[in-house]
Nanobody
Framework: QVQIVESGGGVVQPGGSLRLSCAASGFPFEDYTIGWYRQVPGTEREGISC????????YYADSVKGRSTISRDKAKNTVDLQMNSLKPVETAVYYC????????????????RGPGTPGTVSS
């Protein structure tokens, strides 16, 4: 059974940082991608970043490139997303998602998603 649990959301001031963690297990893929999406209610979801399990290659959306880092924490067995210099427009629900390995298209599609964790950027 697929289990995906996100943590680390919260409230930060503009220019602040969030570190999101994802613990995922039970998915039926030998090779997969795991990453992060965000969505504001009533708008389309946006793929932020993802990572391939086979080689650790990472992908980032242009909107977060240069100020976000996705990484695997082997000690905690999580995939984390560090986001810096956050803006109020980035207030959203952040979801961890897992999918079969689609390479760079992991920003566009996934197969399983967690319940999400809210991130609010506000002064």
């Amino acid at each position: 059974q697929v289990q995906i649990v996100e943590s680390g959301g919260g409230v930060v001031q503009p220019g602040g940082s969030l570190r999101l963690s994802c613990a995922a297990s039970g998915f039926p893929f030998e090779d997969y991608t795991i990453g992060w999406y965000r969505q504001v209610p009533g708008t389309e979801r946006e793929g932020i970043s993802c990572m391939r399990s086979a080689d650790g290659r990472t992908y980032y959306a242009d909107s977060v490139k240069g100020r976000s880092t996705i990484s695997r924490d082997k000690a905690k067995n999580t995939v984390d997303l560090q986001m810096n210099s956050l803006k109020p427009v980035e207030t959203a629900v952040y979801y961890c998602a897992v999918g079969t390995d689609r390479g760079r298209f992991c920003l566009d599609r996934y197969d399983y998603r967690g319940p999400g964790t809210p991130g609010t950027v506000s002064s």
